[in-house]
């Protein structure tokens, strides 16, 4: 599914804000671009209109021959992060151009949030899928364990999508329909609503609606 344009950011940690009626507001701070446009990909040439851009300054000296030679047109250095978004009209950008905050976004809005879940490594299906347990008296000799997962009859096998043990998080996670509540412009700060997926310094991915 094409992505909608948007900016790369970092999840900076949460906090709290307070609305004109004294409520508190958790919100997540994300520092949110500024990303350089890299290359454009259009219809023509590529079958489909996309900007790719970069996030996070990265020294020369960590680039491969090919990584600075990609982005040696946009003459900003090159970068940790680099993804596409689809974009309606390719004229607006330039390869060099910086998108900020500003371009994109204002207080009020509603975005989708991408980040990569925290990984918790192998876990059982009581932590991994909120299963409850057996008896923990009597000797039941069941605490938690899955119990039975298979069909001795028809079809004699385990279903697939199973709830099982296994490997938990770690996984990419879309948040929708997130409220921005304030747009920092002056230290490249959004504020959205609520809690995101991922670690603090973790990358996120902000698309507009």
Known sequence: MPKTMGIMGKKVGMTRVYSENGSAIPVTAIEAGPCVVLQRKSVDNDG????????????DSRLNKPELGHV??????????????????????????????????KVGDLVDVSGWSKG?????????????????????M????PGSIGCSATP??????KKMPGRMGNALVTKKNVTIVDVR??????????????????LLQIFTK
């Not at 940790?80 to 994109?104: A, C, N, P, W």
């Not at 004699?156 to 999508?161: F, I, P, Y």
């Open 48 to 59: 489909y209109n996309a900007i790719q851009v970069g996030f996070a300054s990265k020294r």
């Open 72 to 105: 040696k047109v946009a003459g900003k250095g090159g970068f940790y992060h680099i993804m596409e978004f689809r974009v309606d009209d390719l004229d607006k950008y330039e390869v060099g151009q910086e998108i900020v905050l500003t371009d994109l976004f």
């Open 120 to 140: 918790r490594g192998f876990q059982g299906v009581m932590k991994r899928h909120g299963f409850s347990g057996g008896n923990k008296t009597h000797g039941s």
């Open 142 to 145: 069941f605490h938690r364990a």
């Open 156 to 161: 004699s096998k385990v279903v697939k999508g």
């Open 185 to 202: 412009v002056e230290d490249n700060v959004l504020l959205v609503k609520g809690c995101l997926p991922g670690a603090k310094q973790g």
